[in-house]
Every structure is written in structure tokens, then in C-alpha cells.
């Protein structure tokens, strides 16, 4: 074992001189932070994730063009959600942490949970979902289990990048209701549960200003409300004005700037525009970083378990998949009986994760084909490709082929999906269409033989209708990992049971999303015009069919689900809710089945969505058996953000409580009462009579103001009085003959306001 002294940050910042800590804010390469030799102060390695370890041995950079360490390829967030279980991610994220043990790395840069805005984004195979809930949940289940092993994380990227279009420059202008409620609850969660080492700034902008350099972001919200005491890291290359970014909150520059940042730094303190005590809050921080990784550095690495790790990432893409539709019970195939015939070159040749950044050079890779054939080995498996994958026109010999291998077979499993270059970090998808030459492929099987499944390899949803309709069982595979290939052939023989459920919903076509019109923006700024409503909320708002909805997800039993109950455990302003139910296995085999409760909030006195996902269990239940699912909701359940008072409430009223199988899929339904807060609405100086007389206090002294005046009769008139009570107050009491005057009404709405 290699020993090392233990870091005594307090000692070692007193002991730098302000250039030694300007230079800590900058790194020492691609990969490394800054180390100081004379004071011992080591440099780290921090390098790129989410879903497996990509360190690069020799020529570095960030964005995947070189080779790196082998390592264990697991299923990709778009994956990974699909399962919906936070333990398998904890046990995901420890097995990444033995590889960076093993790797001596001290920070994995992941996991992303930036919301699936739009399904066109380049990246959406790196994130997790449209619904923040699930998101950070899955999100703080992988951080837990990374840092369980000693080794930091990077939670990214923070805020409001959900596009690659323009991401370095572009303008997101996102309400702040919209933000607390979608974009910065998944942040949220993870730092709060899991308290990530680090937190990685994103690119862009929001609302005017860039989240390197925004204070009220780094430092007012993620420190000051969430109670984050880790590093702020920029993204690779994220930084605008160096100084700027040190006062605003952000702690380090990667890569190295050639020291550029450091005389930037320098030369602020110099002429006082800048602060050295936050020059000494960054350092200090840098040092915390490294006192973090040296418990887990000072041990000599040790290699980690190949196999076990290869299996977990089997297990792993096995829950990731999601069985769409099975007509008929064709699925699972059967152990003998006729030739199945499997086409479709990803079969043979499988898109197993994303492009960019986060690409994993796998210690192994399982194919569809060969385990497929492994699996059925008293079954003729024959193979056509039917395309080549990047072309883009179809190649007539293939396609003659993959129809007559069709033609002679029991069954045909045909393997679609997007190529690489569809999807990737730096650019935004042009289209959720399959290639044209893959699509009219499956006609042309199905017009030979109709006993299609089909499998899908994409990142990001695809368009699936019309062509779904000729495959009579259909699985979303995603990105699958190294281990994809006999994950697939365990579900399509039954060898395992499908338990994925979607983490979005999957529209019936792109113009039906909510984004048309706002993404990916124009002149430089992108606008958040949809407000709440993304993803399931959006599609719910406008009554829209979906193709799939968010939550959907087969399997090969079925569940009922009886003896909703809901119980009040605590009310008032942070009330807690239990919501149980009974769910039974009433098919004929093993399975898991996902509980998910949604909550509605009709008597709000703002707009709220349709619904929203507030808890979910997994349960894992033998034919027959019945188990009583028990999901207790908090007080973030049920509330929104208030803007006037800048913070979450609960209003009194009845709620809604639904729980089902996916957010179309409800079972049963209950209302709930709450007392929640006393609030009254907030009053402003240009209050309208209408803003008044819905406060309780102001509405009494109004009434008795205009009582018997002919105001009153104004004020009310059947035919006029909504004109008259929409004026501001403050206004009407210029009015001739007013019975108020405007200095009383200015002293009365003052009153009602600091009250």
C-alpha cells in the first residue's frame, strides 16, 4: 500500500501564495488539476463517464476521436431510466467507482440529468428523462454507489443545456417557476441525497447571463439553498471571463488554460476587481477535492472483476429494455420449432452507446446474433443483414435476400435502428425518422412473412408509426452496453422477463411535441415557451395520442392492482402522504411490475399540469402472489413554486391521487385533503379590485370602502363590473367621485402586504 500524509487544507492554504492559488483554479492538462510540489499538494485525474470509464492512455481530448483504457461499457442513461431502479443504479455507479479505483481516477464526469426537452437533442442517449422526479432519482442512486468506492462524481451539466445546437453561446430563457419546477429539481435531489463532490457548469447561457459566470445559479441556489459544499467545475471550455466565473462561484477551469486564466485571475485581484478571499473559497475548495481522493489514491490500484462487471452490465441492459407491444403472445420465441430467420446488420454488428464524450472502449462485446444462436441451439438461426448501416440508399441485393430469408422462416426478429452519426454531442438530430431504407425494409419482410418482432438501437425515440403496425411484437432497446446483445436474446427467449418501463413518452410524430416553435431558437437565444409542459405533460394538457406513453413498458405476466388507500400522515405546510396499494401477479409467470402514483391539483390558484409522477415502487412478484406497495409522498408532492414568495407551498385543497402502470395506464383513482399553508395572495402596489376581493383581508376593507357608494353599483354591475374590476386600484381612486383616495389606498395595500 503506498502512504501518503492526509491533506490538512487549512494548514495548506495559509501556506500559498496568491499565485499558488490562482494556479489551483486551473488545470495542469486535459484530465489533471493543478498540483503544488513544495506544499505536497498532488494533482488528481478527473475523466470522462457517465456509463463506463473512458481515460484516455496516450493523446487526450473530450470528445471520443481517441482510444481509451478498456473498460466495462454499461447501458447509457437513455437505458438505464428504463429500469426505474435506483438500487441497480447504486450498484452500477460502485462497480464504475472500483474501474476508476483501478484506473487511479479521482472524478468521474457524470451522471447528466439535463431534462429530455426536445426529442431531436444530439445527447438525449447521455440523459434520463422528461420528468425530473425520475431522473433524479436514478441520478442519486449512480452518484451514491460512485461514491461509495471513494472516488468523486460530476453532476452536469448545470443548468438549462438541453440542446447541442449553438450550446456554447446560446440564450435559454427559462421562467423561474419553469426552472424550479423542471429543470433544477433532478440537480436538486442528487445534491441534496447524494452530495456529489462536484458539480459541472454547462456551456450556455440562462436568462442573459453564462452558467460559468452566474452567481445567483452557483452560488445563491446550489450553495446557499441546496447546501452544496463541493467544487464547481466548468465544462470543457465553458469558461467566459475567468474572473467573473471565480466571483460568481466557479471553483475550476478544465482543461488546462496555459495558465491564460491564471493571470486573468492575478490581474483582477490586482486591480481590485476581483476579491482574493474568493480567490482563497476556490482554492480551498480545490484542496477539499483533493483531500477527498487521496483515502482511495494513497491504495494501490488493483484491477477490477472483467466478468462480474460484464454480468452486472448484462442485468443492467436486461432491465433497460422495454417490450412495447407483444400481439398474440409471440414473445418469448419458443426453445424449438421452426427456422428463425434474424435481419438487420445491427444484429451482427450492434450500436451499443452513444458518440462523443462519453464513448467507452468495452472490455468485450456480446452480439444479438451469436447470442441468439447460443440461446436456441436446437432452432436454425439464419442471418441476413438487409442494409448497411450508414448508407443511405437501400442496397437491392441485400433486401432480395433478407425477403427470402423471411419468406422460408417461422419467425423473423429484425434488428433497426439509428446509425452513430445520427446522434451524437455537438450537433441536434434533423428528424426522429429511421432511415427511409430501414423502414421500407420491414415492409418488404412483413409483405413475405408476418410474424415480425422488431428490435430498435437508438439513443433517442424514433418515430415508430406507420411501420410498427407490421411487426407484431416490438422492443425499444436503446443503447444497450457491451452486454446488450445477450440481453436481448434473454428477453426474446424468455429466458428473463422484460421490466423495462419508459422514461419518456414517445410521440406519434415530432410536430406533436412540445417544442415546435422553440427549439432550437434563433439569433443566438432559445425560448422555453412551453413553460411546464414537457414531455407527458404536454402531450396530457393537449389531449394528444401518444404512440407510447411515459411509464409504458410489457411484460410476460400481467398485474392487477386493487385496494387503493391513502392516508394522511402529516399535515399543514409539509404534509406527508401514503399511498398503498395491493398489486397481484395474475398471469402465469414471474415479474416485475412498476407502481406509479401521479398526482393532480384541479383547485391550484395557478396553472398546474394534468398530472405529475410523485413516487413509484418496483415489485418483483411469483404467479399469484400479492403484495401491499406502500409509497409515501412528501410535501414536494403536492407543491408548486411560488414566484411572488420564491419558494415551494402547498395549497389547501383536494388533490387527485392515480396509480397505474404508466401515465395513460391508471388504475385507480382517490382524493386527498390537505390543509397545506395559510397563505394569502400576495398584494402589489398596481393590484387590480379583482386581485383584492380574492384576499381575504383586503376584500373586507374594499367591500366596506365602496359599501353604499356608487362605486358599488359599478363595481358590480352584471354587465360592466368585470371591465371595472380589472383597473388597478391605485388607478380608480383618481377616478371622479372616488370614495378612496390613492395615498389611503397606497397605505392600506402596503399594510396588507408586509402583513
Same mark, same amino acid.
Given at each position: 500500500?503506498?502512504?501518503?500524509?492526509a491533506?490538512?487544507?487549512?494548514?495548506?492554504?495559509a501556506?500559498?501564495?496568491?499565485?499558488?492559488?490562482?494556479?489551483?483554479l486551473?488545470?495542469?492538462?486535459?484530465?489533471?488539476?493543478q498540483?503544488?510540489?513544495?506544499?505536497?499538494v498532488p494533482?488528481?485525474?478527473?475523466?470522462?463517464?457517465?456509463?463506463?470509464?473512458?481515460?484516455?492512455?496516450?493523446a487526450?481530448?473530450?470528445?471520443?476521436l481517441?482510444d481509451?483504457?478498456?473498460?466495462?461499457?454499461?447501458?447509457p442513461?437513455?437505458?438505464?431510466v428504463?429500469?426505474w431502479?435506483p438500487?441497480?443504479?447504486?450498484?452500477?455507479?460502485?462497480a464504475?467507482g472500483?474501474?476508476?479505483?483501478?484506473?487511479?481516477?479521482?472524478?468521474?464526469?457524470?451522471?447528466g440529468?439535463?431534462?429530455?426537452?426536445?426529442p431531436?437533442?444530439?445527447?438525449?442517449?447521455?440523459?434520463?428523462s422528461?420528468?425530473?422526479l425520475?431522473? *433524479?432519482a436514478? $441520478?442519486a442512486?449512480?452518484? +451514491?454507489?460512485?461514491? !461509495?468506492? =471513494?472516488? &468523486? %462524481?460530476s453532476l452536469?451539466?448545470?443548468a438549462?443545456?438541453?440542446?447541442?445546437?449553438?450550446?456554447?453561446?446560446?440564450?435559454?430563457?427559462?421562467?423561474e417557476?419553469t426552472l424550479?419546477?423542471?429543470?433544477?429539481p433532478?440537480f436538486e435531489?442528487?445534491?441534496?441525497?447524494?452530495r456529489?463532490?462536484?458539480v459541472m457548469c454547462?456551456?450556455?447561457?440562462l436568462?442573459?447571463t453564462?452558467a460559468?459566470e452566474?452567481p445567483?445559479?452557483?452560488?445563491?441556489?446550489?450553495?446557499?439553498?441546496?447546501?452544496f459544499?463541493?467544487l464547481?467545475v466548468?465544462?470543457?471550455?465553458?469558461?467566459n471571463?475567468?474572473?467573473? *466565473?471565480?466571483? $460568481?462561484?466557479?471553483?475550476? +477551469?478544465?482543461?488546462? !488554460?496555459? =495558465?491564460? &486564466? %491564471?493571470?486573468?485571475?492575478l490581474e483582477?485581484v490586482?486591480?481590485?476587481?476581483l476579491?482574493?478571499?474568493?480567490?482563497d473559497r476556490a482554492?480551498?475548495?480545490?484542496?477539499?477535492?483533493?483531500a477527498?481522493a487521496?483515502?482511495?489514491l494513497?491504495?494501490?490500484?488493483?484491477?477490477?472483476?472483467v466478468d462480474?462487471?460484464?454480468?452486472?452490465?448484462?442485468e443492467?441492459?436486461t432491465?433497460?429494455?422495454?417490450?412495447?407491444?407483444?400481439d398474440?403472445?409471440?414473445l418469448?420465441l419458443?426453445?424449438?420449432?421452426?427456422?428463425?430467420?434474424v435481419?438487420?446488420?445491427?444484429a451482427?454488428?450492434?450500436?451499443?452507446q *452513444?458518440?462523443?464524450?462519453?464513448q467507452?472502449n468495452?472490455?468485450?462485446?456480446?452480439?444479438?446474433l451469436?447470442?441468439?444462436?447460443?440461446?436456441?441451439p436446437?432452432r436454425?438461426?439464419?442471418?441476413a443483414?438487409?442494409?448497411?448501416?450508414?448508407a443511405?440508399e437501400?442496397?437491392?441485393?441485400?433486401?432480395?435476400?433478407?425477403?427470402?430469408?423471411a419468406?422460408d422462416?417461422?419467425?423473423v426478429?429484425?434488428f433497426?435502428?439509428?446509425p452513430?452519426a445520427?446522434?451524437?454531442?455537438?450537433?441536434?438530430?434533423?428528424?426522429m425518422?429511421l432511415?427511409?431504407?430501414?423502414?421500407?425494409?420491414?415492409?418488404?419482410?412483413?409483405?413475405?412473412?408476418?410474424?415480425?418482432?422488431?428490435?430498435l438501437?437508438n439513443?433517442?425515440?424514433?418515430?415508430?408509426?406507420p411501420?410498427?403496425?407490421?411487426?407484431?411484437?416490438l422492443?425499444?432497446?436503446?443503447?444497450?452496453?457491451?452486454?446488450?446483445?445477450?440481453?436481448?436474446a434473454?428477453?426474446?427467449?424468455?429466458a428473463?422477463?422484460?421490466?423495462g418501463?419508459?422514461?419518456?413518452?414517445?410521440?406519434v410524430?415530432?410536430a406533436?411535441?412540445?417544442?415546435?416553435g422553440?427549439?432550437?431558437?434563433?439569433?443566438?437565444?432559445?425560448?422555453?415557451?412551453?413553460g411546464?409542459?414537457?414531455?407527458?405533460r404536454?402531450?396530457?394538457?393537449?389531449?394528444l395520442?401518444?404512440?407510447?406513453?411515459?411509464?409504458?413498458?410489457?411484460t410476460?405476466t400481467?398485474?392487477?392492482y386493487?385496494?387503493?388507500?391513502?392516508?394522511?400522515i402529516?399535515d399543514g405546510?409539509?404534509p406527508?402522504?401514503?399511498?398503498?396499494v395491493?398489486?397481484?401477479?395474475t398471469?402465469?409467470?414471474?415479474?416485475?411490475?412498476t407502481?406509479?402514483v401521479y398526482?393532480s391539483?384541479?383547485?391550484a390558484?395557478?396553472y398546474?399540469?394534468?398530472?405529475?409522477l410523485?413516487?413509484?415502487a418496483?415489485?418483483?412478484?411469483e404467479p399469484?402472489?400479492?403484495?401491499t406497495v406502500?409509497?409515501?409522498l412528501?410535501?414536494r408532492?403536492?407543491a408548486f413554486?411560488?414566484?411572488?414568495?420564491?419558494?415551494f407551498v402547498?395549497?389547501?385543497?383536494?388533490?387527485g391521487?392515480?396509480?397505474?402502470?404508466?401515465?395513460?395506464?391508471?388504475r385507480?383513482?382517490?382524493?386527498?385533503?390537505l390543509d397545506g399553508?395559510?397563505?394569502?395572495?400576495?398584494?402589489?402596489?398596481?393590484?387590480t379590485?379583482d386581485?383584492l376581493?380574492?384576499?381575504?383581508?383586503a376584500?373586507?376593507w374594499?367591500?366596506?370602502?365602496?359599501?353604499?357608494?356608487p362605486?358599488?353599483?359599478?363595481?358590480?354591475?352584471?354587465q360592466h363590473?368585470?371591465?371595472?374590476?380589472?383597473i388597478?386600484l391605485v388607478?380608480?381612486?383618481?377616478?371622479p367621485?372616488?370614495?378612496?383616495s390613492?395615498?389611503?389606498?397606497r397605505e392600506a395595500?402596503a399594510?396588507?402586504d408586509?402583513?
Open positions: 500500500m503506498t502512504t501518503t500524509a491533506l490538512d487544507v487549512a494548514e495548506v492554504l501556506r500559498l501564495t496568491l499565485e499558488e492559488k490562482a494556479s489551483l486551473d488545470g495542469s492538462d486535459f484530465w489533471h488539476t498540483g503544488v510540489e513544495r506544499l505536497g494533482p488528481v485525474m478527473v475523466t470522462d463517464g457517465p456509463h463506463g470509464l473512458r481515460k484516455q492512455a496516450a487526450a481530448d473530450h470528445v471520443g481517441n481509451s483504457v478498456p473498460a466495462t461499457c454499461f447501458p442513461a437513455a437505458g438505464l428504463s429500469s431502479d438500487e441497480l443504479l447504486r450498484r452500477v455507479g460502485a464504475l472500483d474501474e476508476c479505483r483501478a484506473e487511479r481516477v479521482a472524478v468521474l464526469l457524470g451522471p440529468v439535463n431534462m429530455k426537452r426536445s431531436l437533442n444530439g445527447r438525449n442517449f447521455e440523459y434520463f422528461e420528468d425530473p425520475l431522473a *433524479g436514478l $441520478a442512486g449512480l452518484v +451514491e454507489g460512485v461514491q !461509495s468506492r =471513494g472516488v &468523486g %462524481t452536469k451539466h448545470f438549462a443545456n438541453n440542446q447541442e445546437t449553438d450550446r456554447m453561446t446560446v440564450d435559454a430563457e427559462v421562467d417557476r424550479r419546477e423542471i429543470y433544477l433532478a435531489r442528487v445534491v441534496r441525497q447524494a456529489p463532490w462536484t454547462s456551456y450556455n447561457r436568462n442573459g453564462y460559468s452566474h445567483w445559479l452557483l452560488t445563491g441556489v446550489l450553495r446557499e439553498e441546496w447546501g459544499d463541493g464547481v466548468s465544462d470543457w471550455g465553458a469558461v471571463v475567468r474572473e467573473d *466565473g471565480v466571483a $460568481a462561484g466557479l471553483d475550476l +477551469e478544465m482543461p488546462s !488554460s496555459g =495558465g491564460a &486564466g %491564471t493571470r486573468r485571475i483582477a490586482a486591480d481590485g476587481r476579491a482574493e478571499q474568493d480567490v482554492a480551498r475548495r480545490v484542496l477539499e477535492l483533493v477527498k487521496q483515502p482511495a494513497a491504495e494501490d490500484a488493483e484491477p477490477f472483476d462480474a462487471h460484464h454480468a452486472l452490465a448484462r443492467a441492459a432491465r433497460s429494455a422495454v417490450l412495447l407491444r407483444n398474440g403472445g409471440i418469448p419458443a426453445p424449438t420449432g421452426g427456422t428463425i430467420a435481419i438487420g446488420e445491427f451482427r454488428t450492434p450500436r451499443y *452513444g458518440a462523443g464524450s462519453s467507452v468495452p472490455t468485450r462485446l456480446d452480439t444479438p451469436d447470442a441468439l444462436r447460443a440461446a436456441l436446437d436454425e438461426v439464419v442471418f443483414p438487409g442494409f448497411e448501416i450508414d443511405e437501400a442496397d437491392a441485393e441485400l433486401v432480395a435476400e433478407a425477403v427470402a430469408v419468406k422462416a417461422e419467425v426478429v429484425v433497426l435502428g439509428l452513430a445520427a446522434e451524437s454531442e455537438g450537433y441536434d438530430r434533423t428528424t425518422d432511415p427511409a431504407q430501414q423502414t421500407a425494409l420491414i415492409r418488404q419482410v412483413a409483405d413475405a412473412n408476418p410474424e415480425v418482432v422488431v428490435v438501437a439513443g433517442s425515440v424514433v418515430t415508430l408509426d411501420w410498427q403496425g407490421r411487426a407484431r411484437a422492443i425499444e432497446g436503446w443503447l444497450l452496453g457491451q452486454a446488450g446483445g445477450t440481453a436481448i434473454d428477453l426474446l427467449t424468455g428473463e422477463a422484460p421490466s418501463r419508459l422514461g419518456e413518452t414517445i410521440p410524430r415530432y406533436d411535441n412540445p417544442t415546435i422553440n427549439f432550437p431558437g434563433e439569433a443566438g437565444t432559445v425560448r422555453y415557451g412551453e411546464l409542459l414537457i414531455g407527458y404536454w402531450y396530457d394538457a393537449h389531449r395520442p401518444v404512440a407510447y406513453p411515459f411509464g409504458h413498458g410489457l410476460y400481467t398485474f392487477g386493487t385496494d387503493l388507500d391513502v392516508e394522511v402529516e405546510a409539509e406527508r402522504v401514503a399511498v398503498s395491493t398489486l397481484t401477479n398471469g402465469a409467470r414471474a415479474g416485475i411490475e407502481v406509479q398526482v391539483d384541479a383547485e390558484s395557478v398546474r399540469p394534468e398530472q405529475e410523485r413516487g413509484f418496483r415489485v418483483d412478484l399469484g402472489a400479492s403484495e406502500r409509497i409515501e412528501d410535501a408532492a403536492f413554486w411560488d414566484v411572488a414568495r420564491g419558494r402547498v395549497e389547501g385543497g383536494a388533490f391521487i392515480r396509480v397505474g402502470a404508466s401515465s395513460r395506464d391508471l385507480l383513482h382517490a382524493v386527498v385533503r399553508e395559510a397563505l394569502e395572495p400576495p398584494v402589489r402596489a398596481d393590484a379590485v386581485q376581493l380574492a384576499h381575504p383581508r376584500a373586507e374594499v367591500r366596506e370602502r365602496v359599501a353604499g357608494h362605486f358599488e353599483a359599478m363595481l358590480f354591475d352584471p363590473g368585470a371591465m371595472m374590476r380589472a388597478p388607478r380608480l381612486a383618481r377616478f367621485g372616488s370614495p378612496v390613492e395615498a389611503e389606498v395595500l399594510r396588507f408586509a402583513s
